[in-house]
């Protein structure tokens, strides 16, 4: 069975960290882009950050650039989502996509909760 699980999501104060981890199961990630989205209340789902299938280049929206980074662990079949100075703004349902790179399949997880509160 086809599966992206999220972990890692909780309640952060702001200025602080949290890794968030998304593990696949009946596929590899070796030929897939992964992606980082998040939705907040009330807000469309919106990109995070990409990270290629080769070369594991990332790309991250504006408002994460240099606080959050992905990285990949093919042997493992996780890929994680490091968030640093987290803002309120960051609070959200943080999701985990995988996209085939040479047929475009995607596969999504149910998501994490991601809150950034005193």
């Known amino acids: 069975q086809v599966q992206l699980v999220e972990s890692g999501g909780g309640l952060v104060q702001p200025g602080g960290s949290r890794r968030l981890s998304c593990a696949a199961s009946g596929f590899t990630l070796n030929n897939y882009h992964m992606s980082w989205y998040r939705q907040a209340p009330g807000k469309e789902r919106e990109l995070v950050g990409i990270?290629?299938?080769?070369?594991?280049?990332?790309i991250f929206a504006d408002s994460v650039k240099g606080r959050f980074t992905i990285s990949r662990d093919n042997v493992n079949n996780t890929v994680y989502l490091q968030m640093n100075m987290l803002k309120p703004e960051d609070t959200g349902q943080y999701f985990c996509?995988?996209?085939?790179?040479?047929?475009?399949?995607?596969?999504w997880g149910q998501g994490t909760q991601v809150t950034v509160s005193t």
């Open positions: 990270i290629r299938s080769v070369g594991s280049a990332t």
């Open positions: 996509k995988a996209q085939r790179d040479y047929d475009g399949i995607v596969y």
